[in-house]
């Protein structure tokens, strides 16, 4: 520090601001005068015309004399080269003041660390004298100086303090407390208590946060006190008081709960994970969980055992088949809102949701009516009963992929029973009946597309009508169910418009002749060794399949799917350049699931397609700008966890077999073994070929899996899905604000209790057009959250009563004037950024606390 320019700094500083006064008085209190060359300085006040006094102890009284009566003119720099005394004994106390906060000039280690950190006000100077071995660390002025809010008092140096000792991110009594429990938990041995110590007194931490809290101080181990006392009213908040472990009372009820739920949204919430569990096994809480049903707990989170009792109650109503899908998807739709469902419990919750949609799926399937015709067992597999294959895979996927859901063993075990015992029976007898009555002779459903017109249907019109690339990807044993899947996730690209449609697959349903129908041109003959061909040309291997398209039209190519997207830019344009059709090949699902040794991760396979067909499509339209692709397969499967039983196996067939499974045969002079049925191949244009199919859910006695099958004339074999993706682009690209929107529907916007409803609207349903809408609600008073902070997506898609929505908030507890207005505000945080959505002004009608 320049003393001679601080000195003068003050002395100009003390004129601006005592206006009325020509002269400036400053107080020099020095204790290192024996050190200090004061001829400089002397000099340097002389020239600006200030006046140089020397103070001692015999000469107070003239000092006073001299500066109140003799010379009342003149600026003087009052110098006294020992310690300042105390106020009381300070004769010149009131000449002191009159300079104000530029009234005393100071030159030690004290007053340069003060300057340093911009404290000009004189009384935190004892406060800094106090705690000065603090301030010796560059390391912790460092991070005082950020965390020091602006014109700060003795309280907020204090705090500050306890900021940087502790590595708090601010000096608010919820960081400070938060810092602490994450340095050592709930035990007073805390490790934060050792450097608040060593620096100051712990007293001023638990002063300071216990009246934040609105807690009484506790004699035994303080900040377990602390956090049972808040942990107490976020349980209280939504259970009955007869429930309660005791009382722990808090003033600010509120505070101390959004205080739980906004640390649960942070990164540090384990921390506080281990302090709920800690307390679920101080109270006892499993205990009191036991003694009650789970309404009472419904809205409550607090603790995870709370959902063990949930999920413990939901899986004993689904074993004794009494569970009731649509209460329950209300309940897991109010539980999905909780911290332990997002974390501890996520595995869980997926299977037991997944299995709700089954047996509601379930309860419609065993009410319908029987179904009569080919058109009715198309339609109802295309339209309905495909969900239940879906959820199928989708169950069995998180059961045998989860962690921890060895305790749902005998509920997966009812519902593969189900699936496979009464549902694919039923489908089966449904199948059977409309190939004997229609099917058997003539393999067309009327009105349905026949996988053979897959190119003329959907392809050539396409290249005879545009300039557009069309790309197809075939993918092997792509069933309906997954298409279905797949195209709903499309469906959620901005830039993408999409459909699905479904053709009735070539039958026997295997990849040979399912490959075949869906390239250009008629098939011709099954070759003794099982080869298809197409107009005279086999279809076996890419070169081939080649070959055919080129036939019909000279700007195509046949490529390996995987093999193709792992190209880089260059190499891919140097394939496909001037192709106007492009076909792309993928096997994974028939890969595994054809061979008996991995038959067992069929659905994963399905799942990993989904996501490489995904992976796919991004690539086509990223980097090579595809406007148009198909997505298609050459058969589904039918899969059983369980094992096969003995009445679903057929004897083998005999005569000269071209090609089989355990599903089909082809060939001449076939029998037709009990449980199995002729088909005749004349739809295809085909002679002297034979088609024999097993019935229902039967197997042939040869080799190969027994899970993974498929050849037969099962929806699940034999209706497959076509997939039509568009790239849009331009103005006809779907915005990022194609969303639903939401209103606050409150007739009254007046606030007139801490705890209240706020009704929102969903204006309209999610549908292909309008996409869903998160947003982030809280109430803000003058900039600062007064409320918890609630995350709600509005994704309904029904009708007028289920797009209503409710939402609790909690007031902060604070002084608040009747008549004063807050804002309710909505945030957009559907998308990759958060954006402003609308804002609502309340009124605050309500007693202070």
């Known amino acids: 520090m320049n003393i001679i320019e601080e000195l003068l700094r003050l002395f100009q500083e003390q004129l601006v601001e005592n206006k009325a006064s020509s002269r400036a008085i400053v107080f020099w209190y020095d204790t290192q005068s024996n050190e200090r060359d004061l001829e400089a300085i002397k000099q340097a006040l002389h020239n600006e015309g200030i006046r140089f006094w020397e103070l001692n102890k015999s000469n107070v009284f003239r000092t006073k004399v001299l500066l109140e009566l003799e010379d009342t003119e003149n600026s003087y720099l009052v110098y006294a080269p020992f310690t300042k005394p105390k106020d009381e004994d300070n ?98 041995s805390n490790e934060a208590f050792v450097q608040i110590e060593k620096y100051m007194d712990s007293e001023l931490f638990f002063d300071l946060v216990e009246d934040y809290f609105g807690i009484r101080p506790s004699e035994d181990n303080r900040l377990f006190s602390i956090m049972e006392h808040i942990v107490f009213q976020h349980y209280a908040f939504h259970v009955d008081e007869k429930i309660l472990p005791g009382a722990y009372p808090s003033k600010v009820p509120n ?99 997944k299995v709700l949609e089954f047996y509601e799926q379930k309860a419609l399937f065993e009410k319908n009516s029987p179904l009569s015709n080919s058109q009715q067992w198309y339609e109802a597999y295309t339209n309905q009963y495909y969900v239940i294959d879906q959820l199928y895979r989708q169950i069995y996927v998180v059961f045998v992929k989860g962690k921890n859901l060895d305790r749902y063993q005998e509920l997966m075990q009812r519902v593969t029973f189900w699936y496979e015992a009464k549902y694919l029976l039923v489908m089966g007898k449904y199948t059977d009946d409309v190939l004997d009555t229609e099917l058997v002779t003539k393999w067309k459903v009327p009105g349905v597309v026949g996988q053979r017109h897959f190119y003329s249907t959907y392809i050539r019109p396409i290249i005879e009508g545009t300039r557009e690339r ?63 061909f197409v107009d005279g040309v086999s279809t076996k291997g890419i070169q081939n399949r080649n070959k055919i398209l080129q036939m019909h039209e000279p700007d195509s190519i046949a490529l390996n799917m995987e093999q193709f997207i792992s190209l880089n830019k260059e190499s891919g344009q140097e394939y496909i350049r001037g192709k106007r059709v ?95 049925v002729k088909v005749s191949l004349d739809y295809l244009g085909l002679t002297g070929v034979e088609a024999v199919i097993a019935k229902g859910l039967n197997r042939f006695t040869t080799g190969g899996g027994q899970r993974f099958v498929h050849g ?18 331009g103005k006809a690209r779907k915005s990022e604000q194609a969303r639903v929107n939401v209103r606050v529907s409150s007739i009254q916007k007046v ?24 947003l982030r609600a809280a109430f803000y008073r003058s900039g600062e959250r007064i409320s918890n902070e609630l995350t709600i997506t509005f994704d309904a898609m029904g009708d007028v009563s289920t797009r209503q929505t409710e939402a609790v908030f909690h007031l902060l507890e604070d002084r608040y004037k009747t008549g004063d207005i807050c804002l309710l505000r909505l945030e957009d945080v559907s998308g990759r950024t958060t954006e402003l959505y609308s804002e609502e002004e309340f009124e605050l009608k309500l007693y202070s606390v």
């Open 470 to 532: 069309v790309f197809v990807i075939i993918s092997d044993a792509l069933r309906y169910e997954a298409g279905k899947e797949l195209a709903d996730k499309f469906g959620q690209r901005l830039n993408a418009e999409v459909q699905i449609s479904s053709m009735q697959a070539t039958i026997p349903t295997y990849t040979q002749l399912g490959m075949a129908a869906l390239l250009p041109g008629k098939i011709t003959d099954i070759s003794s060794d099982g080869q298809v």
């Open 751 to 774: 606030i007139t209790s801490y705890q209240f409803i706020v009704p929102f609207f969903q204006e309209e349903k999610v549908s292909n057009e309008l996409r869903e809408r998160t």
């Open 91 to 188: 004769f010149l106390i009131d000449v002191l003041l009159y300079g104000g906060k530029f009234g005393e000039f100071q030159a030690d280690e004290v007053a340069i660390k003060m300057k340093e950190l911009r404290l000009d006000h004189l009384s935190v100077r004892p406060l800094i004298e106090k705690h000065w071995a603090f301030f010796k660390s560059q390391k912790r002025i460092a991070k005082f100086k950020k965390l020091l809010p602006n014109t700060p008092n003795p309280d907020h140096i204090e705090q500050t303090m306890l900021a940087v000792l502790v590595n708090a991110k601010s000096i608010h009594p919820q960081d400070l407390l938060k810092s602490v429990i994450l340095l050592g938990g709930t035990k007073q």
């Open 582 to 676: 492009v076909y792309l090949y993928h096997d994974n699902i028939d890969a595994v699931g054809d061979s008996s040794k991995t038959e067992r991760y069929t659905f994963e396979a399905v799942e990993s397609t989904i996501e490489r067909i995904q992976a796919a499509v991004r690539k086509l339209t990223g980097t090579y700008e595809a406007a148009r692709i198909f997505m298609t397969t050459d058969h589904g499967f039918l899969y059983q966890a369980s094992e096969v039983e003995k009445y679903q196996k057929t004897e083998g067939i005999k005569g000269t077999v071209f090609d089989s499974n355990r599903r089909f045969a082809v060939g001449n002079g076939l029998n037709v073994p009990q449980g199995s």
């Open 255 to 353: 505070i101390c709960k959004v205080f739980i739920d906004d640390w649960l949204k942070s990164d540090e919430r384990s921390f506080l994970e281990n302090v709920l569990d800690e307390l679920e096994r101080h109270w006892g809480v499993s205990y009191s969980v036991d003694q009650y049903t789970y309404q009472a707990f419904i809205r409550c989170d607090t603790f995870s055992v709370i959902e063990r009792k949930i999920l413990d109650a939901l899986y004993d109503l689904f074993i004794s088949e009494t569970v009731l899908p649509a209460e329950w998807k209300g309940i897991l739709a109010e539980r999905s809102k909780s911290y332990w469902y997002k974390t501890r419990f996520y595995e869980e919750y997926e299977l037991v949701e």
């Open 712 to 729: 037969g004339a099962m929806p699940q074999e034999s209706i497959v899905p076509v997939i039509e993706y568009r790239q849009v682009k």
